[in-house]
């Protein structure tokens, strides 16, 4: 385990000094202190106050029982950020899949940074340069800092003076140099960095992928320094004046409240943000564990909530289909804010009630519905709406929510229920469809005839 010396110092100096900027951010923010050693800037984060997570990695098992000891600090023993790429999928805190779905707001790094031919002691060997562990840091770094985050990072002199800022510049980052310390045969600097953004130059210079085109826009797929950006061009043959504009300065509002994909870049010709991957909701709802899918339900009505109290109507919620993914980590991502505007009276909550109301699923034999009456959900919307801004409207979204409860969202075997139907009908008597949904109380009418001619 690396033990403290000035480099330490300096770093921990830097830290603290931006921490302090962050007291009037409007959220607590992400922290990751890479070679956590000692822990002193998760041990200064955590009594900041001004950071919802904390997370330590180091390959030294003592040092990762060092920063468990801390009490609040989320510690893990990891080569860098190998631990993440294995468990992406895994059973990992809330917080980390968000921070690891979002980017951390901060990762701060003192790397070994000797030179040497090979890297035979961890922490201070950093190979041929002394930049070896550097470069690769700062690649694989970029999957895990947002566009608005930043980076802390020490080396010195026995690297050159200018070898270090031509990697970050290499690597599509953004520097500037914090501050500096004068040793007796080297010295410190500590910079620091931020993602390059692109703009539209290098769009329009870039290879693109088309993915989509929508009523207001077109969608490609860019390559960014290894990173997948999905870019979003106003559509020529759209009527509506200024629809990317829109998008962009409500990803701006709703990133703040960890809603919608992260924003990277934006302007009036163009919108980018962090390409998506994931699962539709559909084809999650039709695959999903009924844990799983409670859950997840729950989780997009907390972000239309969340939305209402912003005043920020979306309009595309009693339609979700194709604007919710869920993705890898298990989290709902909302996407498609061009026609986001702001409200006195928002219809989030209202509309995707509305959706999972007018909406049946079908998973082979099972049909996924609320099981509550329409009549007893709408009288609860109507509570919701009345209570709007009101400090009931809390109570009266947490009724909402228990509709999700175990019993509230079912899966029963539909082909069954269709054939004690069908059998009860006279001989000699025609029944639509039609009929036989409306006695199984669903509007179904297709999957009934689907059932019947198979």
């Given at each position: 385990m690396y033990e403290p010396a000035e480099d330490s110092y300096l770093l921990l100096e830097g830290f603290e000094k931006l921490a302090s900027s962050y007291k009037n951010k409007r959220r607590r923010l992400t922290l990751l202190e890479m070679g956590c050693g000692q822990s002193l800037i998760a041990s200064s984060a955590l009594k900041s106050g001004n950071f919802s997570l904390v997370v330590g990695v180091d390959i030294d098992r003592e040092a990762v029982d060092r920063c468990r000891g801390l009490g609040g600090a989320v510690c893990f023993r990891s080569d860098m950020f190998s631990y993440f790429e294995s468990h992406k999928e895994g059973k990992l805190p809330l917080g980390l899949r968000r921070a690891l779905q979002r980017g951390f707001d901060l990762i701060t790094f003192n790397p070994p940074y000797l030179p040497s031919k090979g890297i035979k002691h961890r922490d201070v060997d950093g190979g041929i340069n002394g930049l070896e562990v550097v470069k690769r840091f700062l690649r694989q770094a970029r999957k895990y800092i947002s566009y608005d985050g930043e980076i802390l990072i020490i080396t010195s002199s026995l690297n050159g003076r200018r070898r270090p800022e031509r990697?970050?510049?290499?690597?599509?980052?953004?520097?500037?140099?914090?501050?500096?310390?004068?040793?007796?045969?080297?010295?410190?600097?500590?910079?620091?960095?931020?993602?390059?953004?692109?703009?539209?130059?290098?769009?329009?210079?870039?290879?693109?992928?088309?993915?989509?085109?929508?009523?207001?826009?077109?969608?490609?797929?860019?390559?960014?320094?290894?990173?997948?950006?999905?870019?979003?061009?106003?559509?020529?043959?759209?009527?509506?004046?200024?629809?990317?504009?829109?998008?962009?300065?409500?990803?701006?509002?709703?990133?703040?409240?960890?809603?919608?994909?992260?924003?990277?870049?934006?302007?009036?010709?163009?919108?980018?943000?962090?390409?998506?991957?994931?699962?539709?909701?559909?084809?999650?709802?039709?695959?999903?564990s009924p844990l799983l899918l409670r859950k997840t339900l729950k989780r997009i009505l907390w972000q239309c909530y969340t939305l209402d109290r912003m005043h920020l109507s979306k309009e595309e919620f009693h339609h979700p289909l194709k604007h919710v993914f869920i993705s890898p980590e298990g989290l709902p991502l909302i996407i498609d804010f061009e026609r986001a505007h702001s409200s006195e009276k928002p219809k989030n909550v209202t509309q995707f009630f509305q959706f999972l109301m007018g909406h049946v699923f079908y998973r082979e034999d099972d049909v996924i519905q609320l099981k509550h009456s329409p009549n007893h959900i709408k009288r609860l919307l109507v509570e919701y709406k009345k209570s709007a801004g009101r400090r009931g409207s809390y109570r009266a979204f947490i009724s909402l929510l228990s509709l999700l409860d175990e019993q509230g969202v079912h899966a029963d075997n539909f082909r069954q229920r269709v054939f004690r139907v069908v059998s009860g009908v006279p001989m000699g008597r025609v029944s639509t469809y039609k009929e036989v949904a409306r006695a199984l109380s669903t509007k179904a009418f297709r999957a009934v005839g689907g059932i019947k001619h198979k």
């Open positions: 990697l970050f510049n290499d690597q599509g980052y953004s520097f500037s140099l914090v501050s500096s310390k004068k040793l007796f045969f080297e010295s410190l600097f500590l910079y620091r960095l931020r993602k390059k953004r692109p703009d539209i130059s290098l769009i329009n210079s870039a290879d693109k992928h088309l993915i989509g085109r929508g009523r207001h826009g077109v969608v490609f797929k860019i390559d960014f320094y290894g990173e997948e950006i999905a870019v979003k061009l106003a559509n020529d043959k759209s009527m509506a004046d200024g629809a990317i504009k829109r998008e962009c300065g409500a990803l701006r509002i709703v990133n703040g409240r960890d809603i919608g994909p992260a924003l990277v870049s934006c302007s009036s010709e163009f919108v980018a943000y962090m390409f998506v991957r994931g699962t539709l909701l559909p084809d999650f709802i039709m695959n999903a």
